[in-house]
């Protein structure tokens, strides 16, 4: 145990690795915030610079910006509507409301505590129940990331507003978006129209910033003469009395942050969406209704998408596998410099298991401190005149979608989407489940065919399969009433219920 803590510190007692923890937490939250910019591309570009490097100092730069980007995608998803992440699409349904309410302050303080609070569970279950945690993310079969995936869908009720009917049209939509180009396992063409430009399919960073970034520029062309709303900048940190009030579904929330995290192939992203599908359920009374500012939809994305770091260690320390795009990453980087990661790992150099955990855990601290300064010169951006704000916001857009692929061929596609959006806005579809649909389509498509390729291409095995699991028996249980949840019976049931149990305790 005292080894343990020994090492654990090392990051802590050394300058130069705490300098450089630092350094990569700041960048991280910056380059979180720029859409386009992910930290997937800024860990990448950051091994050809770190590969002199000795291990540790390249560990801590890579581990301060990984936290500190998830964080940051917060940032422009609260004050222009344009989440800088995936993991971040959930967080302005209610952050950018917030905003327009002249409260980006308030949101981006609570945010940021919240980010601390899932960024710390996540590292705890981490330190603690690594391996058992590793050990149940093993016993998902491909049938159940596709029911996951496919739960995921199904949270379109959720971002869809009052219309089921729009948000599976609009989830739908996504899915077939995220199909077009070679077919994963085949290399045939679908929906390509023998385009060779679209073999590699549709950047969905592209359709993100387009749906989020450039419609909501459109949108705002209709209030051009509107004067901007002033924000209230009174007390950023949230009380002690509002972090106790969301302690119980921040710890919820994260929770379900972990688990999605420590599954490979998932992410943040999902880990944010179900939270706050799961939050919407919880939450029966809030204060304000979710998708016009409430607080409960900024603490559940936010707690679940940066547990999901400390999820996504979890797998890639203890067997090897990453847990997201960016673990991947840091595997490659930890082969270079001459570690193994996985089960030998834990045996032979126990030391580098508790010095990430180290380093994760003063990356959180980082966060909250950076995260709460610069919020007044931040919220400076949505109190520009719109005539200046329209133009910054279609600048961010271009510059974030180029800078995926440094392709023009992604800003085309980003203007092309930006002005579906505007019109699915204009005729009340909500843009987030096109989103989802884009993220999942890839996961489910993958695991469908590994899934029917394992049960000999026979429908009744895999059902089978499904019935005789009880991990896929209880996330098709989950499907099935999350689908019956969000039909008119369903609501019909509940109030019929309702009133026949409120006479029974009149009587």
């Known amino acids: 145990m005292t080894e343990a803590l020994q090492f654990f510190l090392i990051s802590w007692l050394d300058l ?15 380059v979180g915030a720029i859409p386009g910019l992910s930290v ?38 609260i004050l222009l509507n344009i989440p800088g992440a995936p993991s971040a699409i959930a967080t302005a349904l209610d952050g950018y409301p917030l905003a327009q309410k002249g409260q980006a302050g308030e949101a981006i303080g609570l945010s940021t505590v919240m980010s601390f609070v899932g960024g710390f569970i996540g590292i705890g279950v981490l330190a603690v129940a690594a391996p058992f945690v590793s050990e149940f993310a093993l016993t998902f079969q491909p049938r159940d990331y596709m029911l996951l995936a496919i739960l995921g869908i199904l949270l379109v009720g959720s971002l869809s507003g009052e219309s089921l009917l729009k948000g599976v049209f609009a ?36 359709v993100m910033i387009g749906l989020f970034g450039v419609s909501e520029a459109l949108t705002q062309l209709h209030y051009i003469d509107k004067a901007a709303v002033k924000q209230t900048i009174g007390r950023i940190v949230p009380s002690w009395r509002a972090v106790g009030k969301y302690l119980p579904l921040s710890l919820q929330t994260s929770s379900i942050g972990v688990i999605i995290g420590a599954l490979p192939g998932t992410g943040g992203d999902i880990a ?26 900024l603490v559940a994305p936010e707690t679940a998408n940066n547990a999901a770091v400390g999820g996504a260690f979890i797998p890639m320390l203890t067997l090897g596998i990453p847990g997201d795009a960016v673990t991947a990453i840091i595997i490659g980087a930890m082969f270079i410099h001459g570690l193994n990661p996985g ?54 857009s271009i510059v974030g979608a180029y800078a995926v692929n440094n392709s023009i061929t992604d800003v085309y596609w980003m203007l092309l989407f930006g002005a579906f959006g505007y019109l699915l806005k204009t005729y009340g579809y909500q843009v987030g489940p096109v989103i989802l649909g884009v993220i999942l389509s890839r996961l489910i498509d993958e695991n469908w065919r ?46 019929r219920f309702g009133t026949a149990r409120a006479r029974g305790d009149g009587v």
Request: charged share 15%; hydrophobic share 55%.
């Open 16 to 30: 130069k690795l705490l300098g450089l923890v630092a350094l990569g937490t700041f960048a991280g939250i910056y």
């Open 40 to 77: 997937t591309m800024a860990v990448s570009i950051l091994i050809s610079f770190t590969f002199a490097w000795d291990v540790y100092p390249a560990l801590c730069l890579m581990v301060g910006i990984y936290m500190g980007g998830v964080y940051g995608g917060s940032r422009t998803a």
């Open 171 to 206: 989830g739908a939509l996504g899915l077939l978006i995220g199909a077009v180009g070679l077919d994963p396992l085949t290399a045939e063409e679908r929906f390509t129209f023998g385009m060779v430009e679209l073999w590699g399919g549709i950047s969905f960073i592209a």
């Open 272 to 297: 944010a969406l179900m939270a706050y599908d799961h939050a919407k359920r919880v939450t029966k009374k809030p204060e304000v209704p979710f998708g016009e500012g409430a607080a409960e939809g």
């Open 343 to 396: 089960p030998m790992l834990m045996i032979e150099q126990p030391q580098m298991f508790w010095f990430i955990t180290g380093a994760l855990v003063l990356a959180n601290i980082f966060m909250l401190v950076f995260g709460l300064t610069g919020i007044r010169l931040f919220t400076k951006i949505v109190e520009m005149p719109r005539a200046v704000l329209i133009p910054l916001i279609l600048l961010l």
């Open 450 to 495: 590994r899934a029917i390729i394992s049960e000999q291409e026979d429908l009744g095995r895999l059902f089978m399969g499904i019935l005789t699991s009880p991990l896929s028996l209880v996330l098709f249980g989950a499907v099935v009433f999350i689908f019956i949840s969000q039909t008119p019976l369903w609501t019909g049931l509940r109030a």
